[in-house]
């Protein structure tokens, strides 16, 4: 007589794997914004950067002697650290509905490793010198933002790649207010107020690439950081690519579910490319 056990949901755990995988890789929105790194080990990784060069005038016939340092400093150190969240389903859920349970385990756990990651990588706005900010208990504004990335414009931040603005949804959503609100905006701004109108979101504007992320934290005076930087102000450094994996405890009669990754976040070789945005993050009524 065949005996069904849980060893033969093998099939089911591939595709629980592939899932998991999937949406703890594809699910970030921080990862694609900021320098990554990697290395087999958790040694602690020192960033470094070089000095930029002036260049000055020259004569004629004359032997020019300025030569300038190219060394190296440090400007951050990323230290890595193990991450990890867990299932543990019992037999018997399994039995009563081992599709609907291990379907919906994979995709949490894998989205928790995602929003994990993207909140960590949020969290470092803070820590950006420069505040460009309404402050806290103040709605967002435009004009205020556009400081920010003028800033890094100021900076040469350009010269590092596309100028990101990471908004809180409330931060975003003052700026829909301000963009959807009288005619004369709306005359002004044309498409891009209409556009911001139709689909809540701005892909490109002023001179930025825009978004928003649910995973910047509000604190406990309903105010949140955004973040206003180019891809060399802020670091991830991958130790552990995130996997999955899938273990019976047969004493206990269950199966474990894990996922494990090992990563560093922190501050990049371009501290001065990053501008934080303070305002308030009360929920619109």
């Not at 990651?117 to 709605?139: M, R």
């Not at 400081?147 to 829909?176: E, K, T």
């Not at 556009?195 to 992320?213: I, K, M, P």
Request: proline content about 4%; hydrophobic content about 40%.
């Amino acid at each position: 007589m065949a005996i069904t056990t849980t060893a033969d949901l093998n099939g089911l755990y591939n595709e629980i794997y592939e899932r998991a995988l999937f949406v703890a890789r594809e699910s970030n929105l921080m990862l694609s914004l900021v320098s990554q790194y990697s290395a087999p080990n958790f040694f602690t990784r020192h960033v470094t950067i070089r000095p930029t060069l002036t260049i000055e005038n020259a004569t004629e016939g004359v032997d020019y002697t300025n030569a300038q340092s190219f060394g190296k400093t440090e400007v951050n150190t990323l230290t890595p650290a193990e991450k990890m969240g867990q299932y543990v389903i019992t037999d018997i859920e399994m039995m009563n509905d081992p599709d609907g349970t291990m379907q919906d385990a994979s995709q949490e756990i894998g989205a928790a490793m995602a929003a994990k990651i993207d909140t960590d990588l949020t969290g470092l706005f803070s820590q950006f010198t420069t505040d460009k900010g309404t402050g806290a208990g103040n709605a967002a504004t435009l004009a205020s933002i556009a400081a920010g990335i003028s800033v890094l414009r100021n900076r040469f931040a350009l010269n590092d790649g596309p100028i990101n603005v990471v908004l809180a949804p409330y931060h975003w959503h003052d700026l829909w207010v301000l963009l959807g609100q009288p005619t004369a905006n709306q005359a002004l701004l044309g498409d891009v107020a209409n556009q911001a109108l139709r689909d809540y979101f701005v892909g490109n504007f002023v001179g930025a690439r825009w978004f928003t992320s649910a995973n910047i934290a509000t604190d406990a005076n309903a105010d949140a950081v955004s973040g206003i930087f180019t891809q060399s102000a802020l670091a991830f450094d991958s130790r552990i690519a995130p996997y999955f994996e899938v273990e019976r405890d047969a004493s206990l009669r269950a199966t474990e579910v894990n996922m494990v990754a090992g990563y560093a976040v922190g501050i990049g070789k371009r501290p001065l490319f990053g501008v934080k945005y303070t305002a308030d993050h009360t929920e619109p009524s």
